[in-house]
């Protein structure tokens, strides 16, 4: 699979990162079960297999337990690790946090670091390949973040660092703090989201060099040939005429619609970087395809009218 560079230090990953928020099979710890974890650990081989080497994680996916399995993925298969890219990321707190906190964002360095060091415990790695804060901190101090940051690379923990779901005025605020840049903002885009290529956010990926991560490719299911779920920023889309258009192109490429929908993210300029999450290894292989998928000009903004359901100006 073709590669992007992430950052300034000769750190590469596929063009397609393979999201591992599904692998427990569920939200809940207690509901985890051995064929659930099997699954999971089979899911992630199936991505290996298919090309994928951005594994994306998050210390909140099942409260830790998405980490956990990956874990014994690169335990049971020693070498693995030297051959992929580990993407986490922290700032959600429950309830339940050990540290007593209610469900509330948190970028304080404390939290930053311990949330780092518990990640890397559960993945059994001594490195994070980039480490994201995961949903904007209003009571963000830059500098302070910045400081986590510097003494997490200092340590080796973490070689890169981003954001997630950042507006392009937080990433400028908190890039002005740091020394080391900002490589990834993940957002939501999708033919069903299409507000990043209008509020600056992709125009910001281009000018400073950041990937955009696209979590949702698929509006949570909607644009692709598995189970639906409907996101809130989804309610009441209609996603039909989109997925006509798209049925037209796949039967002309011998492929999904799913493979259509992430091909026409990945004609972007900006580089963006669709985040699959089927644990299904049929569909994983499927969307694969869309890497090797050519997208005209003119079949892109043939579906971005039909998204936008009104001509283009």
Request: charged content about 25%; hydrophobic content about 40%.
């Amino acid at each position: 699979m073709e590669t992007v560079q992430i950052g300034r230090d000769g750190l590469r990953a596929s063009r397609l990162a393979f999201g591992c928020w599904r692998i427990p099979g569920t939200w809940t710890p207690s509901e985890v079960t051995r064929d659930a974890e099997a699954a999971g650990r089979a899911a992630v081989l199936a991505a290996v297999e298919a090309g994928y080497t951005l594994f994306d994680h998050a210390d909140i996916y099942c409260i830790g337990e998405a980490e956990r399995i990956f874990g014994q993925v690169l335990r049971e298969n020693p070498g693995l690790r030297d051959r992929i890219v580990i993407a986490t990321k922290c700032g959600i707190r429950r309830a339940d946090d050990p540290a007593g906190a209610p469900y509330r964002y948190d970028f304080s360095p404390a939290h930053i670091v311990r949330s780092c060091e518990d990640s890397l415990r559960r993945l059994g790695v001594e490195t994070v390949d980039v480490y994201v804060l995961h949903r904007p901190d209003f009571l963000m101090d830059p500098a302070e973040v910045a400081g986590a940051f510097e003494s997490l690379r200092t340590s080796g923990k973490v070689r890169e660092f981003g954001v997630s779901n950042f507006a392009s005025s937080q990433v400028t605020a908190l890039q002005r703090a740091c020394p080391m840049p900002l490589v990834v903002n993940q957002v939501e885009i999708s033919l069903a989201h299409l507000s990043p290529f209008g509020d600056g956010t992709l125009d910001q990926c281009l000018a400073e060099g950041i990937v955009p991560m696209a979590w949702s490719p698929l509006a949570g299911g909607q644009l692709g040939d598995g189970p639906r779920r409907l996101l809130a920023s989804q309610q009441g889309y209609r996603t039909d005429a989109i997925n006509a258009a798209l049925d037209v192109m796949a039967r002309e490429r011998g492929v999904t619609r799913a493979a259509v929908a992430l091909a026409w993210l990945l004609r972007h300029p900006a580089r963006i970087v669709p985040i699959v999450g089927s644990t299904n290894p049929e569909r994983i292989r499927e969307a694969a395809r869309a890497e090797a998928l050519t997208m005209s000009r003119e079949d892109w903004y043939r579906l971005l009218a039909v998204a936008r359901d009104q001509p283009l100006p």
